[in-house]
């Protein structure tokens, strides 16, 4: 999606499921193999060494691994990788020069040097048509001051970084953005990320602003991961007209979920996990009754949740919640009547035949 390769004469059909489709096709012709699934949303999978090296014949010029033994680059290379920052050649600044089609860069460290990360900075900045910047398997800690240079970018994954700059903002094509630590807050203008489909971050923040994250309409996935501190979500979700999956995982702190989740038409995958301090019930404004929490989706994943009773799903995966488990016990559970209808059920990794005869 970042390189612009995904296409389709219906125009109406998601850059998502494009992908998809290609990455299943490329899967059914043993392009990829080892295929591994991660609470029923992520899949790893590698390629085969022959493939790797069909792929690399096939591409020619256009992919360069740097390591100091390196001593030219072809102004035909299109993706960079640095599988040891620390480890450079030293004309590295010249061998850059007139490299004007680079449009992946994956910068990989094991080592911190302030060196390092001080020419880090003026190298990617000579990389002005970029789409692609990974550096999520880097130690080095920048400070991305310059990163609102980088006009084209679409795809960003960071580890190390405990502050995003504002002028991250800038970056109006960004299309995924993966923040892997703790940062100290989310960008106050992020809102300005207008065409930002894939969000996952984590944060320290205790809650999450308004006219933030809700303001990004073109959001498709977003992931909550591993904010201890996070007590409330962001309230005005209803903007989120497209979001089709969301991730909520680690955030022990949390209390609810807002109100304005039932206005996600288009979810079809919610994960929850690890949220012990997570209330699913809801009490609307004016009204004294509390009633639990309900969407159209068609998965569902609970992970040491409180109990929680479940409507109009069509998968439903429920782990380490002993009561809830118990409740949905196959033709005894004092729920069983209400996810009895549901085609793909699955508790603590067993398969239930829940439809009924």
Same mark, same amino acid.
């Given at each position: 999606m970042a390189h612009g390769l995904l296409e389709s004469a219906n125009q109406n059909e998601e850059l998502e499921d494009i992908g998809s489709r290609y990455f299943q096709e490329l899967g059914s012709r043993s392009f990829f193999q080892d295929f591994e699934v991660y609470a029923g949303i992520w899949i790893t999978c590698k390629m085969h060494d022959l493939v790797h090296d069909l792929a690399l014949s096939l591409t020619q010029n256009e992919f360069l691994a740097i390591t100091s033994s390196t001593t030219h680059i072809s102004h035909n290379v299109r993706h960079l990788l640095f599988p040891n920052f620390t480890s450079l050649p030293q004309d590295l600044s010249t061998l850059l020069q007139g490299l004007d089609r680079v449009r992946t860069a994956i910068i990989q460290s094991d080592e911190k040097s302030p060196s390092s990360q001080s020419n880090l900075d003026s190298y990617l900045l000579r990389f002005q048509y970029l789409r692609m910047l990974d550096l999520a398997h880097s130690k080095l800690e920048i400070s991305l001051d310059w990163i609102g240079a980088l006009k084209h970018l679409r795809y960003l994954r960071i580890f190390f970084c405990k502050k995003l700059p504002n002028s991250i903002c800038k970056l109006y094509n960004l299309q995924t953005l993966l923040l892997c630590e703790g940062i100290e807050e989310l960008p106050s203008d992020?809102?300005?990320?207008?065409?930002? @489909?894939?969000?996952?971050?984590?944060?320290?923040?205790?809650? *999450?602003?308004? !006219?933030? $994250?809700?303001?990004?309409?073109?959001?498709?996935?977003?992931? $909550?991961?591993?904010?201890?501190?996070?007590?409330?979500?962001?309230?005005?979700?209803?903007?989120?007209?497209?979001?089709?999956? /969301?991730?909520?995982?680690?955030?022990?702190? *949390? $209390?609810?979920?807002?109100?304005?989740?039932?206005?996600?038409?288009?979810?079809? $995958?919610? =994960?929850?996990?690890?949220?012990?301090? /997570?209330? *699913? %019930?809801?009490? +609307?404004?004016?009204?004294?009754? &509390?009633?639990? =929490?309900?969407?159209? /989706?068609?998965?569902? %994943? *609970? =992970?040491?949740?409180?109990?929680? !009773?479940?409507?109009?799903?069509?998968?439903?995966?429920?782990?380490?919640?002993?009561?809830?488990? +118990? @409740?949905?016990?196959?033709? &005894?559970? +004092?729920?069983?009547?209400?996810? =009895?209808?549901i085609p793909k059920l699955v508790i603590n990794g067993s398969d239930i035949d829940s439809l009924v005869d």
């Open positions: 992020i809102r300005y990320l207008i065409n930002l @489909r894939v969000l996952q971050f984590s944060t320290k923040q205790k809650c *999450l602003p308004m !006219n933030g $994250i809700g303001c990004l309409t073109s959001l498709r996935f977003l992931g $909550i991961a591993i904010c201890e501190n996070l007590e409330h979500l962001f309230e005005d979700m209803q903007g989120l007209k497209h979001l089709r999956t /969301l991730v909520i995982y680690g955030c022990k702190s *949390l $209390i609810s979920l807002p109100q304005s989740m039932k206005y996600l038409t288009a979810l079809e $995958i919610l =994960a929850i996990g690890n949220c012990e301090n /997570l209330n *699913l %019930t809801w009490e +609307e404004k004016g009204k004294s009754d &509390k009633h639990l =929490a309900q969407f159209n /989706l068609q998965k569902l %994943t *609970l =992970a040491k949740l409180p109990k929680l !009773n479940i409507t109009s799903l069509q998968h439903l995966e429920i782990k380490n919640c002993d009561e809830l488990s +118990e @409740r949905c016990e196959r033709e &005894k559970g +004092e729920d069983w009547s209400k996810i =009895a209808h």
